[in-house]
């Protein structure tokens, strides 16, 4: 069965600095995509970037890039230039094969802080 | 983009009472819609995945006669908590599929507290 881990309850950064929230997952399956989600205190999911198992190059989306290390699982977040707005939960999450009806399986969580 | 409208975003219930969640794409058909629950600082827990016209798949452990979920249109799929308790209090949140290669939306979310 797939599986995403986040180790980092929470994490604090400095404004204007960059910051890097781990994400690794598990899978046996070839084709899976990873995305990671943005969740403020009001709920919502935002979505942040994307990137799928047999993309060559790391996603880039703005402030965001998704560092992929296919060999070490791994597929972690870095926000560069921080702003207080980033405060939020941040999930990591995972779709396996790629049909209608895969939905998508978290891991528990980053809660960022962005201190002025 | 697409659009998945989420209501109410907020309901109080009395124990014993039924609540219906309603989820629905604006812009595109949704064949499937998944539900998710959320307690407060914890993660999205799969609850079930609807399909248009067929039965709801309710993963281990949720009771599917206490969580009906109905996917009637290709632009609604609700769910309904019934006979609520206190601890059916949460956040529920749908997501569905939408037309890009690896796109979901998801609603906005709601919380229901049953007092």
């Known amino acids: 069965a797939q599986k995403i881990t986040q180790t980092q309850p929470g994490m604090f950064v400095q404004e204007k600095e960059a910051v890097t929230l781990d994400c690794t997952y598990d899978?046996?399956?070839?084709?899976?995509?990873l995305f990671w989600y943005k969740q403020p205190s009001s709920g919502e999911m935002i979505f942040l970037i994307y990137?799928?198992?047999?993309?060559?190059q790391n996603a880039t989306e703005g402030r965001y890039s998704l560092n992929f290390q296919k060999a070490r699982k791994s597929a972690n977040l870095v926000i560069s230039a921080s702003q207080l707005g980033d405060s939020a939960m941040y999930f990591c999450?995972?779709?396996?094969?790629?049909?209608?009806?895969?939905?998508?399986?978290f891991g528990k969580g980053t809660r960022l802080s962005v201190i002025a | 983009g697409a659009v998945v409208s989420q209501h109410p975003s907020r309901v109080i219930c009395k124990s014993g009472t039924s609540v219906k969640i309603e989820c629905r794409s604006l812009?595109?058909?949704?064949?499937?819609m998944f539900w998710y629950r959320q307690f407060p600082k914890q993660s999205l827990m799969l609850m079930a995945t609807?399909?248009?016209?067929?039965?709801?798949?309710?993963e281990q452990g949720v009771e599917k006669d206490k969580f009906l979920i109905n996917h009637a249109s290709l632009t609604l799929s609700t769910l309904t908590v019934t006979s609520a308790h206190p601890e059916d209090s949460s956040f529920y949140i749908c997501?569905?599929?939408?037309?890009?290669?690896?796109?979901?939306?998801f609603g906005s979310g709601t919380r229901l507290t049953v007092v």
């Open positions: 812009d595109f058909q949704a064949t499937t």
């Open positions: 990137q799928g198992s047999y993309d060559e």
């Open positions: 609807s399909n248009e016209g067929s039965k709801a798949t309710y």
């Open positions: 999450a995972m779709r396996v094969a790629n049909s209608g009806n895969t939905p998508l399986v």
């Open positions: 997501s569905a599929r939408d037309r890009l290669p690896d796109g979901y939306t």
């Open positions: 899978t046996s399956d070839q084709n899976y995509g």
